[in-house]
C-alpha cells in the first residue's frame, strides 16, 4: 500500500474517542482506526524508513495501573523514528511534527550543560534555536527551576543551562494537503527545520 495522505477520518476519530473513551465505543470504531489511522502511518513509516530509519508505532491502549486517569486509551497516534531522533503525531488537532531528546542519562545532561556553557558551542545552539523559532517550531523540554549548581546564575545561557532535555516541535493542524500523498514532503519539509537542533544535540550530548 503507498501513502495515499492521512484522511481527515483519523481526526474526526480521535475527536470522537475523546468525547467517548470506553472499551465500547473503540470496538465499534476500531475499523476506522486500523484504516483511517494505523494502515496511512505504516505506510508512511515504511516510505520514510530508508531516509530516516524505521519507525516505532505506539500502542494505543494507556497504561493506567498507576494514573488516576483511566480511560483505556490515547487519543492520539505516535510513530518514533528513533535512528534520527523524529517523531510525528495524529490527533484531533490534526499533525505534530517533533524531534530532539526527550530522555537523557546523568552524563547526558551533564555533557548538554558542557556544551551549552561552552564558548562555542553554545552561542551555536542560541543561533540553532532562533532559527528553529523563525520557523515557527516551539522549543521545549525538562527544565529545572534554576540553574545547576556549577554554573554561575548569571551565566549568559542560563535559561539553557536550566534544560535537562530539549526539543522542538510544529502543531500543523490539517492543512490542505494532509489527505494527499503530498503530505509526505510536507512532512519532510517540517522535520528538516528540526534537524539542525538534533545535529546539535547528536555532535555534544549523543548516545551513552
Known amino acids: ?95 505534530r511534527l517533533a524531534g530532539g531528546y526527550w530522555e537523557t542519562s546523568t552524563t547526558q545532561v551533564e555533557r548538554l550543560r558542557r556544551a551549552v556553557a561552552d564558548d562555542v558551542a553554545g552561542p551555536q545552539l542560541e543561533r540553532t534555536l532562533a532559527t528553529a523559532r523563525r520557523k515557527k517550531l516551539t522549543i521545549g523540554g525538562e527544565q529545572l527551576t534554576r540553574v545547576p549548581s556549577g554554573y554561575p546564575k548569571n551565566h549568559p545561557r542560563a535559561e539553557l543551562l536550566r534544560y535537562k532535555t530539549l526539543t522542538a516541535a510544529a502543531d500543523l493542524g490539517c492543512p490542505d494537503w494532509l489527505g494527499t500523498p503530498k503530505a509526505k514532503a510536507e512532512i519532510v519539509k517540517g522535520w528538516r527545520g528540526i534537524v539542525p537542533l538534533i545535529a546539535w544535540l547528536d555532535t555534544h550530548v549523543g548516545n551513552d
Open 1 to 95: 500500500m503507498s501513502f495515499q495522505g492521512i484522511p481527515i477520518a483519523a481526526l474526526d476519530f480521535y475527536e470522537d474517542l475523546d468525547a467517548d473513551n470506553t472499551k465500547s465505543f473503540w470496538t465499534a470504531h476500531k475499523h476506522i482506526y486500523d484504516e483511517s489511522v494505523r494502515a496511512p502511518i505504516e505506510a508512511l513509516a515504511a516510505e520514510l524508513e530508508k531516509q530516516f530509519g524505521p519507525a516505532k508505532l505506539f500502542r494505543p491502549y494507556r497504561d493506567v495501573r498507576f494514573a488516576k486517569d483511566k480511560t483505556p486509551y490515547k487519543t492520539h497516534q505516535g510513530a518514533w523514528f528513533s535512528e534520527s531522533s523524529l517523531y510525528l503525531q495524529v490527533s484531533a488537532a490534526g499533525l
